[in-house]
C-alpha cells in the first residue's frame, strides 16, 4: 500500500473512533431513554455559562434542582431552565435533597475546598456525584470521597471534560497508534491571568494554584499519553513577591514527571499571563499537538506524521454536554465512568507530590 492511501486510511479510521469516543456512543440505552435529573450546586460562572446551558441541550440529562446561598439568583436560573422552584435548596437544607426523588446526581461545581464535604453528603443523601476537578484539596480527601461513593453503592465521576472531546481523543489515538513512533516526550502549558479577589488565590478553598486549576490538565495529559502513572516528579515555582494575589497561591509552576517506560513530560502552569494552553506529544520519527489544548470551544490539533503535517479536521462537541450524557447513560446501564474518582485520586497524588518537589527542592517519588 502506498504511504498515502495507507495516512488517509489511518486518519479516517482514527477520525471515526475520536468522533465515536468523544460522542459517548457505546453504551447501549434503554428503548424508554430515561432522562438522569441532576441538582446543580453552586451557580458560579462556571455552572451559569456553561453547564445549565449544556444540559439543556443533552439529551439524557435535565436539570430538576438548584443548590445555592443566593435565592434570588437560584429563582432566575429556575425561571430560565425550567427548573421547579420547590427544588431549590441552599448549603443548610442540602441534605434534604435525599427526599427529592427528581434527583439522581448531584453536579458539584463549587470552589474546590468544598468538593469533598458536598460530595460526601451528596452520597449520604443517596445519589450519584459527578465533581468539578480538581476533585478535592487533599489526597485524604479524595480518597475520602471515593470510599463514601463505594460505601453508598453509587457512581462518581469527576469533570475532567476534555477526556470526552474528539481533538483531545485524536490526539491520544494518535499518539498511541505508533504514527509518531515511540512517544519520549510531552509537553503541556496551561495558565491564564488569575484577577485578584477571587477564591482561586485562597489556599484554603483552591488548595493551590495554576498547577491545581489548570495544570491538572497537562497531568491527565501526560499519563494518558504515557498510559501509566509517573514514578517520581520535579517542580519550582515562582511568585512575583511585589504581587498581592500570590501571598497563599503560587504564581507560576514548572514541573517534570517520568514515566517508568521511557516518557518525560515537561510542563508549566502559571496565572499572570493571558490565556495559553498548548499540549504536544513528541515520538521518534513525529509529533501531534493541540492549540487551543482546553478552552471550551475552539479546539485545533494537529500532527506530523510520515513525513506530513496534517491538521485535524473534526466535528466540535459541547464538551460539557457531552460528559453530562456520558454520566448518564453510564447510570441508565450501570457501567463504569471514564474518568472515576480513582484516576482524581491519583491526579491528587501527583499534584501532591509535585509541591513536596516545589517546596524541597528535590525529585519526589509519587
Ligand atoms: P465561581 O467562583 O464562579 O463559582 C463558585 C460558586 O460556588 C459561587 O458562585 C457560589 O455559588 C458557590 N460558593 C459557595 N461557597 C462559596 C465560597 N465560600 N466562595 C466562593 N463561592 C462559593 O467558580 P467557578 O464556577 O469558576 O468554579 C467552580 C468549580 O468548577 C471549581 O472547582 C473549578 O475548578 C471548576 N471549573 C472547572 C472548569 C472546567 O472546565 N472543567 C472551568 C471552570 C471551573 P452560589 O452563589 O450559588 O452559592
Known amino acids: 500500500m502506498q ?181 519520549k516526550v510531552v509537553r503541556g502549558d496551561t495558565g491564564f491571568n488569575c484577577q485578584a479577589g477571587v477564591w482561586r488565590l485562597d489556599k484554603k478553598l483552591a488548595g493551590g494554584g495554576p498547577l491545581m486549576d489548570v495544570g491538572i490538565y497537562t497531568i491527565q495529559e501526560a499519563c494518558m499519553v504515557a498510559r501509566e502513572t509517573p514514578v517520581d516528579v520535579a517542580a519550582q515555582v515562582f511568585s512575583s513577591p511585589d504581587d498581592p494575589r500570590f501571598k497563599e497561591v503560587e504564581e507560576s509552576i514548572a514541573y517534570t514527571l517520568r514515566f517508568p517506560h521511557g516518557v518525560v513530560a515537561a510542563c508549566t502552569s502559571s496565572y499572570g499571563y493571558d490565556w495559553q494552553n498548548s499540549f504536544r506529544a513528541i515520538g521518534t520519527t513525529g509529533w501531534v499537538e493541540l492549540e487551543p489544548a482546553i478552552a471550551y470551544e475552539g479546539q485545533a490539533g494537529r500532527s506530523s506524521r510520515f513525513g506530513k503535517v496534517e491538521e485535524f479536521k473534526l466535528q466540535p462537541v459541547d464538551h460539557f454536554g457531552v460528559e453530562m450524557d456520558h454520566f448518564a447513560q453510564c447510570i441508565i446501564n450501570n457501567t463504569d465512568v471514564k474518568t472515576p474518582g480513582e484516576m482524581g485520586v491519583r491526579d491528587m497524588k501527583i499534584m501532591a507530590a509535585i509541591y513536596e518537589a516545589a517546596k524541597t527542592g528535590r525529585v519526589v517519588k509519587v
Open 3 to 183: 504511504a498515502g492511501n495507507m495516512v488517509s486510511r489511518r486518519r479516517l479510521m482514527l477520525t471515526a473512533s475520536a468522533v465515536t469516543l468523544a460522542a459517548g456512543i457505546g453504551p447501549v440505552v434503554s428503548a424508554q431513554e430515561k432522562k438522569i435529573g441532576f441538582a446543580i450546586v453552586g451557580l458560579g460562572g462556571l455552572a451559569m455559562n456553561q453547564i445549565l446551558p449544556a444540559m439543556a441541550k443533552t439529551r439524557f440529562c435535565k436539570t430538576v434542582a438548584l443548590v445555592s446561598g443566593h435565592p434570588d439568583k437560584a429563582k432566575k436560573m429556575a425561571d430560565k431552565y425550567g427548573v421547579n422552584p420547590k427544588s431549590i435548596y441552599n448549603y443548610e437544607n442540602y441534605d434534604t435533597l435525599k427526599d427529592n426523588l427528581e434527583v439522581d446526581v448531584i453536579y458539584i461545581v463549587l470552589p474546590n475546598g468544598m468538593h469533598a464535604e458536598y460530595t460526601i453528603r451528596g452520597f449520604k443523601a443517596g445519589k450519584h456525584v459527578l465533581s468539578q476537578k480538581p476533585m478535592a484539596t487533599s489526597v485524604a480527601d479524595a480518597q475520602a470521597m471515593c470510599d463514601a461513593g463505594r460505601a453508598a453503592g453509587k457512581k462518581l465521576s469527576v469533570g475532567y471534560r476534555c477526556q470526552h472531546e474528539p481533538f483531545h481523543n485524536m490526539m491520544m489515538q494518535i499518539a498511541r497508534s505508533g504514527d509518531i513512533g515511540q512517544v
